[in-house]
């Protein structure tokens, strides 16, 4: 069965630094892994995704994330933070043989000037 | 623009009532899912619906129901609501057979029920 979890539920930075959210997952076949954002007051939507084609993924407004099989990781990067980056962040696995995805539990991404 | 409404984005109600949160896809999607979303506790799948008339439970059916009686709409039936269904409620679509090869699943802005 597919899994993932996320290390940290708040993670607090200064803007310009970097933002680092770790997600680790677990997975019996080779994933497919996902980071959602949801900014306050609004639905999800897909910042990015590893389907199995290069391990370093780039997303929407500047983020990126490393698919690592050795350590099971797919923490996701920012080299400088921004005010608009608050937000909350899920990584997400595919169920496989399904049209599910399963969502670790969220990371809440606070900016400070 | 691809768009996916729900129908009330606020919403306050008394224990016992019947309660019933609608959602609405413009995209001509198969697959349509209720989520609920807890602090801590991220999302979690109430319903699966890949048709419609077709549904399948998610990991917290326990209180909720839901109706799919055309393929733009998916409804979620709380019969009887209690306190502890006190949450966030997030509607969300994709193709059928795409979502594990692309994640892409698009999601409402959130049903925010609060039971007394």
């Known amino acids: 069965a597919q899994s993932v979890t996320q290390l940290g539920s708040h993670v607090s930075v200064s803007e310009g630094a970097l933002v680092l959210l770790r997600c680790n997952y677990s997975s019996s076949v080779p994933p497919y892994l996902f980071w959602y954002v949801q900014y306050p007051n609004q639905g999800l939507q897909l910042l990015l995704k590893?389907?199995?084609?290069?391990?370093l993924v780039k997303g929407i407004n500047g983020f990126e994330a490393e698919f690592k099989k050795s350590e099971t990781s797919f923490h996701l990067t920012k080299p400088s933070a921004h005010m608009s980056d608050a937000a909350e962040y899920f990584c997400a696995v595919s169920q496989i043989g399904t049209d599910k995805l399963i969502f670790g539990t969220g990371t809440r991404l606070q900016v400070f000037p | 623009d691809v768009k996916v409404t729900q129908s009330s984005r606020y919403l306050v109600k008394r224990t016992g009532e019947k309660v019933f949160l609608e959602c609405v896809q413009d995209?001509?999607?198969?697959?349509m899912f209720w989520y609920r979303q807890d602090p801590g506790l991220g999302l979690r799948l109430i319903y699966f619906s890949y048709d419609v008339k077709m549904k399948e439970k998610g990991d917290i059916p326990e209180g909720y129901s839901v109706s799919r009686e055309k393929k733009e709409r998916f409804s979620l039936i709380l019969e009887s609501a209690s306190t502890n269904q006190t949450s966030m409620y997030l509607c969300?679509?994709?193709?059928?057979?795409?979502?594990?090869?692309?994640?892409?699943?698009?999601f409402g802005e959130g049903s925010r029920l609060t039971v007394l």
């Open positions: 969300a679509s994709s193709l059928r057979g795409r979502t594990v090869s692309t994640g892409e699943l698009f």
């Open positions: 995209m001509d999607h198969e697959n």
């Open positions: 590893y389907t199995s084609a290069a391990t």
